[in-house]
């Protein structure tokens, strides 16, 4: 496995070559995109998707999102183009907004798990604009890390979950937005919220009008799609959102952690109770926090931490994000 340094802003033209002919050939290559590092392959290559899949260890009743260049490459990837994608791809694309719409024939069933639709994404970050402009072709990418693990915001992160597994990476730094794309459903009569994140519910409904929530449908249609409903994004250490007030039951669970033995981490917001072994201090702002949580996340994996309290976060409409992301982390069953 390669792994080659990039400038974030400026990616160097011989690097991303190198890059584009991996994709080419149907390989693996490992990108910075501006939410998480995605693992690309060629969409419209079911051999080079299978890997993937096999890479991650993901069920492929779980359909990826295709990443293109621009709204034009957006058009020939799908079926139909809804008045709402124009508005919505108009409003922020290139950006952290995947919209699902229906999808065109071309795109293989192992992309979008057998769906009639397919999620797209214009990505912003540099590195992964250059990759798709010299490769020529619509990325089929997930987060780069194995399935159910932390999504990987340093190239360090994609080293330590798939090495030995891929073809390269191109390490663009720490990815600025730090959690995964706001997902859009716009192939029914109604726009449907299916993931938050830093897009936000309002951002979007002043774009299109009144949007609900609801669930990601995947391929197994009796099945729900483990990126909405399993234990995911989760770290191996067990994690607990818990109110930070003083006297909470965050001080009890922590003395319970200690008295058997646990290594107890923290992502803290207040001040840490005593017998956290390594609280993290997490910013006050849910931009900020959402940038810096996964990075938190495997470093006190790294540390070896069994247990993991995070200070329950804001109620705002802004965190809903992160706040999604913990709770999916916390999720065990
Ligand atoms: O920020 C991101 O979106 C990152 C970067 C690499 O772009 N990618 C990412 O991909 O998070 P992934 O595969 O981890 O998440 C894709 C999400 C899943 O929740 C999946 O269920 C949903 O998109 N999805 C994909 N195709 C869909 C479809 N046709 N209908 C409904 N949901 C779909
Ligand atoms: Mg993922």
Same mark, same amino acid.
């Given at each position: 496995?390669?792994?080659?340094?990039?400038?974030?802003?400026?990616?160097?033209?011989?690097?991303?070559?190198?890059?584009a002919?991996?994709?080419?050939?149907?390989?693996l290559?490992?990108?910075?995109?501006?939410?998480?590092?995605?693992?690309?392959?060629?969409?419209?290559?079911?051999?080079a998707?299978?890997?993937?899949?096999d890479?991650?260890?993901?069920?492929?009743?779980?359909?990826?999102?295709?990443?293109?260049?621009?709204?034009?490459?957006?058009?020939?990837?799908?079926?139909?183009?809804?008045?709402?994608a124009?508005?919505?791809?108009?409003?922020?694309?290139?950006?952290?907004?995947?919209?699902?719409?229906?999808?065109?024939?071309?795109?293989?069933?192992?992309?979008?798990?057998?769906?009639?639709?397919?999620?797209?994404?214009?990505p912003?970050?540099?590195?992964?604009?250059?990759?798709?402009?010299?490769s020529?072709?619509?990325?089929?990418?997930?987060?780069?890390?194995r399935?159910?693990?932390?999504?990987?915001?340093?190239a360090?992160?994609?080293?330590?979950?798939?090495?030995?597994?891929?073809?390269?990476?191109?390490?663009?730094?720490?990815?600025?937005?730090?959690?995964?794309?706001?997902?859009?459903?716009?192939?029914g009569?109604?726009?449907? /919220?299916?993931?938050p !994140?830093?897009?936000?519910?309002? $951002?979007? =409904?002043?774009?299109? %009008? #009144?949007?609900?929530? @609801?669930?990601?449908i995947?391929?197994?249609?009796?099945?729900?799609?483990?990126?909405?409903?399993?234990?995911?994004?989760?770290?191996?250490?067990?994690?607990?959102?818990?109110?930070?007030?003083?006297g909470?039951a965050?001080?009890?669970?922590?003395?319970?952690?200690?008295?058997?033995?646990?290594?107890?981490?923290?992502?803290?917001?207040?001040?840490?109770?005593?017998?956290?072994?390594?609280?993290?201090q997490?910013?006050?702002?849910?931009?900020?926090?959402?940038?810096?949580?996964?990075?938190?996340?495997?470093? /006190?994996?790294?540390? !070896?931490?069994?247990?993991?309290? $995070?200070? =329950?976060?804001?109620? %705002? #409409?802004?965190?809903? @994000?992160?706040?999604?992301?913990?709770?999916?982390?916390?999720?065990?069953?």
């Open positions: 496995m390669i792994v080659r340094p990039v400038h974030a802003e400026r990616p160097d033209a011989g690097v991303i070559a190198e890059a002919e991996i994709i080419r050939r149907g390989g290559v490992a990108f910075p995109t501006e939410t998480v590092y995605g693992l690309g392959a060629n969409a419209l290559d079911p051999e998707v299978k890997r993937i899949f890479a991650k260890g993901r069920p492929s009743y779980n359909p990826l999102i295709a990443h293109v260049l621009g709204v034009a490459e957006a058009r020939e990837t799908a079926s139909t183009w809804p008045a709402s124009e508005l919505a791809a108009s409003a922020f694309w290139p950006g952290p907004l995947t919209l699902v719409v229906p999808r065109d024939p071309l795109v293989p069933d192992i992309v979008t798990a057998g769906l009639d639709t397919v999620a797209l994404r214009v912003s970050h540099p590195v992964a604009l250059a990759l798709l402009r010299a020529g072709l619509p990325l089929a990418a997930p987060s780069a890390n399935f159910t693990e932390v999504s990987p915001t340093r360090a992160h994609v080293v330590k979950g798939l090495d030995g597994r891929i073809d390269m990476i191109l390490d663009g730094g720490p990815t600025a937005v730090g959690i995964e794309s706001t997902v859009l459903d716009l192939s009569s109604e726009p449907v /919220l299916l993931r !994140g830093s897009i936000s519910h309002a $951002a979007l =409904e002043a774009v299109l %009008g #009144p949007i609900r929530t @609801g669930r990601a995947t391929g197994e249609a009796a099945r729900p799609s483990p990126g909405m409903t399993d234990r995911h994004y989760a770290p191996h250490a067990e994690l607990r959102v818990l109110p930070p007030e003083p909470s965050r001080a009890a669970f922590v003395g319970r952690a200690k008295e058997r033995g646990a290594i107890v981490g923290g992502l803290v917001l207040g001040t840490a109770v005593p017998g956290i072994d390594h609280p993290v997490m910013p006050p702002d849910a931009e900020t926090y959402a940038r810096q949580l996964y990075a938190a996340l495997h470093r /006190l994996d790294e540390l !070896g931490c069994d247990v993991v309290v $995070a200070d =329950e976060v804001p109620r %705002g #409409p802004e965190w809903a @994000g992160v706040r999604d992301r913990l709770a999916r982390a916390a999720h065990t069953d």
